[in-house]
T-cell receptor, first 113, second 113 residues
Framework: AQSVTQLDSQVPVFEEAPVELRCNYSSSVSVYLFWYVQYPNQGLQLLLKYLSGSTLVESINGFEAEFNKSQTSFHLRKPSVHISDTAEYFCAVSDRSNYQLIWGAGTKLIIKP | DGGITQSPKYLFRKEGQNVTLSCEQNLNHDAMYWYRQDPGQGLRLIYYSQIVNDFQKGDIAEGYSVSREKKESFPLTVTSAQKNPTAFYLC????????????FGSGTRLTVV
């Protein structure tokens, strides 16, 4: 069965520094991949997704993620973080056998001023 | 605008009482989901429904019940059998095909007093 691993439960980083949030999934079969963001006391919002085509996908607020099939990874990066990026980030992978999303445990991004 | 509405945002329950959390969507989505979120534990699936009048247990269904009488509505009842109901509850919906991901509501925070 498909599983998703987010290796870091928390990532502290200084404002304006780069950041990488790691996500690995278990199956090498064709998948759809997603990153969601959750601000405090809110629901999750879709940040970006990979369905097919270019392995590098971008969001409107400067995040990007690269699909790496050989390493079964979909790491999220941002070259310069802002205090407003403080949130929890969830990686998810589609299970195409039942059309459900399999979720990682989440990574809290903590921005230090 | 289309979306998912969860109500109430905050809910307090006395021990031994059943409470019902509301989830309504106007996205014309076929599938709907209920998740429970506890600190440090990510998202845990309680129940899901892929079509009206049908629903399936998720990973932590004990102490919960749902109904899906209308496409737009998927209420969750937290029964007195749920021993530790204090948590943040999230409702989501999807087209039923996973390539577009899920849309989430803003959540209900349930506290047992």
């Amino acid at each position: 069965a498909q599983s998703v691993t987010q290796l870091d439960s928390q990532v502290p980083v200084f404002e304006e520094a780069p950041v990488e949030l790691r996500c690995n999934y278990s199956s090498s079969v064709s998948v759809y991949l997603f990153w969601y963001v959750q601000y405090p006391n809110q629901g999750l919002q879709l940040l970006l997704k990979y369905l097919s085509g270019s392995t590098l996908v971008e969001s409107i607020n400067g995040f990007e993620a690269e699909f790496n099939k050989s390493q079964t990874s979909f790491h999220l990066r941002k070259p310069s973080v802002h205090i407003s990026d403080t949130a929890e980030y969830f990686c998810a992978v589609s299970d195409r056998s039942n059309y459900q999303l399999i979720w990682g445990a989440g990574t809290k991004l903590i921005i230090k001023p | 605008d289309g979306g998912i509405t969860q109500s109430p945002k905050y809910l307090f329950r006395k021990e031994g009482q059943n409470v019902t959390l509301s989830c309504e969507q106007n996205l014309n989505h076929d599938a709907m989901y209920w998740y429970r979120q506890d600190p440090g534990q990510g998202l845990r699936l309680i129940y899901y429904s892929q079509i009206v009048n049908d629903f399936q247990k998720g990973d932590i269904a004990e102490g919960y019940s749902v109904s899906r009488e209308k496409k737009e509505s998927f209420p969750l009842t937290v029964t007195s059998a749920q021993k530790n109901p204090t948590a943040f509850y999230l409702c989501a919906s999807s087209t039923g095909v996973s390539d577009y991901g899920y849309t989430f509501g803003s959540g209900t925070r349930l506290t047992v007093v």
